[in-house]
């Protein structure tokens, strides 16, 4: 098909897979792009569509739905899970993402470049088939990514197994535990193993290949990754009122799919010392065995610390049934917050997390030290570089079970926040704070990229 001509300003059609641990970066991407002249719409699956707006978005990008085929339910709509899911989101979603091109086309906006998440590699084809640039996405780590890439050409063999040894160019020495679980227990969700490895299967068709990541943070492993691909990194993808303060628009940080609840919560920080509370979030999808939650529970009030927990309201009763009477004076118990105020706030001393990306970079981003506790996906991986690579915080243990004890809470909570390593910890986490601004401000290493990406599409 002839490429449509296009208008003045170059028009990016920016999709991210529908979970908002993908939405936000991809969000704060867009926000950059429009930053730099660029016109950005945010495609998003009308379940995800009627999710947030009837919540909290408010951005100055555009927002257009497509389909993933279960607009009323979403991927748990899906009775055969992601194996089903995923294959109808691919077919209806083409169909579509291409429905878009083709109306904003009509309209007189016609699309240039489809940026489209490493997890849903059919947004080439729509990018092909209408002759428009393709980006790929990557939202997380370049080590993860990285890892990805060894299963998928074969040099990672799976199962792992005691014996293997794991070397991927760019990475340190890494344990089993180490590993993303899709790798680590294959067999545990095998269509969950079979997107993260197909991420590969056509990104050395892509026009480019940008990472949420930033030089400096893991310079090893993009450079080894910039020989492959024509890869650039981006990120952090943190919002600029954050950061380098250059966004005057940026007051709304993302979709929210969940409603923060701001004012308790930021009241109640008001009101302590700094440094002084713990916070602890587990993102947007973990899900928390019983006995672990009573674990968490008990190891943050033992710990005598102040403690500000998120924990979604469908997993609050897994809360032990006396704990919010008995830490009334201590902690405070909500369904969803503003993270990033949260972290900013003076208050805030350490961050137990389950080591999401986004978390990671924001808790990075903000120069807050971590205890590490994570759950499954790529959190392990996460996890491994903040303790041991980037020296921002220590990594919790689990006993033989995999749980994480509440001595063991206790202990990681008292380390970060009191103890030598812990004042090691926020040091590194302001010096990572740093290099972060750095990047993203002005001829910084990821804006320079960006630079780069919204020059060639305006000679496109
Ligand atoms: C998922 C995966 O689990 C994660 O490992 C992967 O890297 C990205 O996709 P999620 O589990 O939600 O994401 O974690 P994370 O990546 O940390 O993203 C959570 C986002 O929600 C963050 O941007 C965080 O700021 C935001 N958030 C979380 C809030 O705004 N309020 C909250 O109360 C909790």
């Known amino acids: 098909m002839e490429k449509p001509k296009r208008a003045q300003r170059p028009h990016c059609l ?14 704060q991407f867009s926000k950059r792009l429009e930053h730099k002249g660029v016109k950005v719409t945010l495609a998003i699956t009308q379940f995800i569509f009627n999710k947030t707006m009837n919540g909290t978005y408010s951005s100055s990008i555009s927002v257009e739905t497509i389909s993933d085929g279960y607009d009323q339910g979403g991927p748990e709509a ?6 089903e899911y995923l ?18 086309g009509n309209m007189g906006c ?16 729509v990018a092909r088939e209408f002759g428009l640039v393709g980006a790929v996405f990557f939202t997380q780590s370049c080590a993860v990514d990285n890892i990805y890439y060894h299963v998928y050409n074969g040099h990672l063999k799976l199962p792992l197994t005691e014996r293997t040894n794991i070397t991927v160019p760019g990475l340190p020495p890494l344990e ?13 969700y095998p269509p969950l193993l079979k997107l993260v490895v197909n991420q590969f299967a056509n990104v050395g068709e892509a026009d480019w290949v940008l990472c949420n990541t930033f030089q400096k943070l893991e310079e090893e492993l993009v450079d080894w990754m910039a ?3 024509p890869l650039r990194k981006i990120g952090p993808t943190i919002p600029s009122m954050y950061l380098d303060k250059r966004l005057q628009d940026d007051k709304e940080y993302g979709f929210s799919i969940f409603k923060p609840k701001t004012d308790a919560c930021m009241k109640w920080l008001d009101q302590r010392s700094n440094g002084s509370v713990v916070y602890v979030s587990f993102g947007s999808l973990a899900q928390l065995g019983v ?12 710990s005598n610390y102040y403690f500000l927990w998120v924990v979604r309201a469908t997993e609050q009763p897994k809360l032990p049934k006396n704990f919010m009477a008995e830490t009334v004076l201590n902690g405070l118990v909500v369904s969803w917050c503003p993270q990033l105020d949260v972290l900013a706030h003076r208050a805030i001393g350490c961050f137990v997390t389950h080591s999401g990306w986004n978390s990671t970079l924001e808790a990075l981003s903000l120069g807050v030290p971590m205890v590490a506790m994570p759950q499954s996906t790529d959190q392990t991986t996460n996890a491994k ?12 243990q689990c006993d033989e079970r995999g749980m994480v004890r509440r001595e063991e809470v206790e202990g990681c909570v008292r380390e970060v926040m009191e103890g030598e390593r812990g004042k090691e910890n926020r040091r590194n986490a302001m010096k990572w704070g740093e290099l972060a601004i750095e990047a993203v401000d002005e001829g910084g290493s990821s804006d320079k990229n960006i630079d780069e990406f919204v020059a060639k599409l305006v000679k496109s």
């Open 176 to 188: 089993i535990s180490d590993m993303p679980s899709f790798v680590s227990v294959p067999q545990a």
């Open 110 to 125: 016609p699309v240039d470049c489809i940026v489209y998440d490493a997890f849903l590699p059919w947004g080439l084809d």
């Open 291 to 302: 006995d672990q939650m009573e674990e968490i529970a008990w190891g943050l009030k033992n």
């Open 87 to 104: 294959p109808r989101f691919r077919e209806v979603g083409s169909k579509t993402l291409a429905g878009l091109v083709v109306k904003f």
């Open 385 to 396: 570089y903040v303790m041991d690579v980037w020296g921002m915080g220590v990594r919790a």
């Open 227 to 229: 020989k492959i691909w």
């Open 78 to 83: 899906a009775s055969g899970g992601y194996e």
């Open 14 to 27: 920016v999709l991210p897979h529908p979970i908002q641990g993908h939405i936000n970066p991809m969000l």
